[in-house]
């Protein structure tokens, strides 16, 4: 199932939100029932150059748990996908 969503206006803390690479047009590459699990997906994205959105609850909390969602601009969808299943992180993929 393919799910989008805009992306969150920020006050500034988070520097993707910058990139003029990342749209308005983002949707989600994967679900995970824990956050650290969606830190380590992120930075795999991140380290490929494709800008990516965290949103979770507690993902700014110095101890984060709890359930996250991996957001990218749709032109970048295909790719993220692909290095996400090379990884083989047995999250849980939406």
């Known amino acids: 199932m393919r799910r989008s969503a805009r992306a969150p206006k920020s006050r500034g803390e988070d520097p993707t939100c910058h ?3 990342v749209s308005d047009d983002l949707v989600s590459v994967l679900w995970t ?3 650290v ?3 380590i997906a992120k930075g795999r994205l991140e380290a490929e150059s ?3 959105q965290l949103m979770g609850e507690g993902a700014d909390d110095p ?3 709890g359930p996250a969602e991996l957001f990218v601009p749709s032109k970048f969808e295909e790719e993220a996908r692909r290095i996400l299943a ?3 992180d047995g999250s849980d993929r939406s």
Do not use: H, M, N
């Open 19 to 21: 990139d003029e690479r």
């Open 33 to 35: 029932s824990s956050v």
């Open 37 to 39: 699990e969606a830190e």
């Open 50 to 52: 494709i800008p990516v």
């Open 63 to 65: 101890f984060p748990v």
């Open 86 to 88: 090379q990884s083989g």
